[in-house]
């Protein structure tokens, strides 16, 4: 099946750094999301790209649709205590198909 | 988003019984899936759910194993049967709306002793 490269798999930041993250396949996705994850909480939905090259900004955030669409990129600018978590990417395939990346495990020092 | 309610939200069990777990969506969701996170890894579909059939289940993951219901647009629930420690995870229900946004419920913890 589908495969999904997320790296870094984790990050140890000071906090007001930026953080970048990315997703890369092989395959061509036609929808990118991207989610936070809290210890004990189920996944949650924070930025959603469906046009190659489209980018799109959630208050800190930012994400981009890669151009060969088969890659994305979640940033995170001035980082904060409360964006500790473990974020998934996500992408969707002409068949309907999602898959998730192995996720990017952040830890960010007051 | 979508509103998604699932109970238990956490449950420790004995091997070799079996755990129901419900799922409650808003009425906007049109596609209902189940998840399992296993510690420490990302999410793995299980199954989608159909309304008022059998569910599409993914390569390894066995109606036996793992029945799914979905009675209505709004309502599913999973059973782990006969459980063993490997089946010990977080069970995941998500709802997708028709632009493909899929959302979660907080997740069902499970422990198998």
């Known amino acids: 099946g589908q495969q999904l490269n997320q790296s870094p798999q984790s990050m140890f930041i000071q906090e007001g750094e930026d953080v970048s993250m990315n997703c890369t396949s092989s395959?061509?996705?036609?929808?990118w999301l991207w989610y936070k994850q809290d210890p004990g909480e189920g996944p949650v939905l924070l930025i959603a790209?469906?046009?190659?090259?489209e980018l799109t900004s959630n208050g800190r955030l930012t994400a981009q649709f890669g151009i060969t669409r088969k890659d994305s990129f979640l940033n995170i600018s001035a980082s904060i205590p409360s964006d500790v978590g473990i974020y998934f990417c996500?992408?969707?395939?002409?068949?309907?198909?999602?898959?998730f990346g192995g996720g990017t495990r952040l830890m960010v020092k007051p | 988003s979508a509103v998604i309610s699932q109970k238990p939200s956490r449950d420790i069990c004995q091997r070799g019984t079996s755990l129901t777990i419900q799922c409650q969506v808003d009425?906007?969701?049109?596609?209902m899936f189940w998840y399992r996170q296993q510690p420490g890894q990302s999410l793995t579909l299980i199954a989608t759910?159909?309304?008022?059939?059998?569910?599409?289940?993914e390569s390894g993951f066995v109606i036996d194993k793992f029945p799914i219901s979905r009675p209505n647009l709004t309502f599913s629930t999973l059973t782990v049967s006969n459980m063993s420690p490997e089946d010990s995870s977080i069970y995941l229900c998500?709802?997708?709306?028709?632009?493909?946004?899929?959302?979660f419920g907080e997740g069902s913890r499970l422990t198998v002793l």
């Open positions: 996500a992408g969707r395939n002409a068949g309907n198909m999602l898959t």
């Open positions: 395959s061509i996705f036609n929808t």
């Open positions: 790209l469906y046009k190659a090259g």
């Open positions: 009425s906007q969701v049109t596609m």
């Open positions: 759910a159909n309304q008022g059939s059998e569910a599409t289940y």
């Open positions: 998500g709802g997708a709306h028709n632009t493909g946004e899929l959302f």
